[in-house]
């Protein structure tokens, strides 16, 4: 994230988040403004430690915010989505002692969309 001034710029194909707005954007002037909260006119202020630069990745009708500097951390952000990584270790381990399963093909093609995916946000 580039910062110019009180003005900070989502870099990289990324978006800005910050969670006290629920706020998704490219661009944003930090400060203080008023916004209507609960239909009440309310103070609110948004300094750069609030804000957090991340992909906002649509996969089907869903979109998920994932924060990643690398390629390899939003294949891992985008795996994160289906499986944990207990998941992940239970197959690994699984895999040592029978044949692959039916649940390790489905996480290995789930794997290789991640990639699919992460490329289009990222030239790896």
Known sequence: MKQEGST???EGGKKLY??????LTSQYTCGTVML???GVLQTVT???AD???LYNVSIGNKTYK???DSYGELVTGLI????S???ELALIANSRIKDVSEEDKAFQEWREECKRIAKQYIDA
């Open 8 to 10: 900070l710029f989502a």
């Open 18 to 23: 910050i969670e006290k707005l629920d706020l």
């Open 36 to 38: 209507p909260i609960d």
């Open 46 to 48: 948004v300094e750069p």
């Open 51 to 53: 804000i957090v630069e």
């Open 66 to 68: 994932i924060k990643a």
């Open 80 to 83: 994160r989505i289906k499986y």
């Open 85 to 87: 990584l207990d998941d």
